[in-house]
């Protein structure tokens, strides 16, 4: 018998997939600094050093939901004098659906970054250019190796103790 012959129209569930629904992003904090200007803006005789950290910091919402935070900190500096300074912290409210308990942890840290990465790039690009400066376009981050960098540290703070 058909399901057409029992009455039954609808076709059988599919197993139901993984997914990652963004809820929303923002940005949670943020701030740009320019010690020196003007005078930063007009006597510039070389390229600053600049350095980039970036931190991932996920916390459990409410059911299946995960609230991830993309921290991006971002330093100019010319010898010991700080060019400018942007500090971003954007957030991304992830509904996770049919994902494992103990792949959860990895999805927030890989996955859910890697979302968030292209706008808080764009943030601190315009920041930097409406600063006075040329846009400070970051390189992609490879978010897996990031976790396993934490990962590793965590392991071998554990053997340490």
């Known amino acids: 018998m058909s399901m057409a012959e029992n009455g039954n129209t609808e076709r059988p569930a599919a197993p139901a997939g993984q997914t990652i629904s963004v809820i929303s992003q923002y940005v949670k904090d943020f701030s740009f ?3 020196g200007a003007p005078q ?3 006597s510039r005789t070389s390229m600053p050093a600049i ?3 970036v931190n991932v910091t996920p916390r459990p919402a409410q059911g299946d939901e995960i609230e991830v935070e993309l921290r991006i900190d971002a330093n100019a500096r010319e010898g ?3 060019v400018f300074a942007i500090e971003l912290v954007y957030g ?3 509904r996770l659906i049919n994902i494992p308990k103990e792949n959860a942890l990895a999805v927030a840290m890989i ?3 890697r979302l968030l990465f292209p706008f808080a790039r764009q943030i601190i690009s315009d920041a930097s250019r409406n600063g006075g400066f040329p ?3 970051i390189d992609p981050i490879d978010f897996m190796a990031l976790y396993r960098q934490r990962a590793q540290a965590a392991a071998a703070r554990t053997a340490n103790a």
């Open 33 to 35: 600094e320019s010690p």
């Open 40 to 42: 930063s803006l007009r």
């Open 51 to 53: 350095a980039i950290n």
């Open 80 to 82: 010991e004098t700080t």
């Open 92 to 94: 991304g409210l992830f």
């Open 111 to 113: 996955e859910c970054p």
């Open 135 to 137: 846009p400070l376009l």
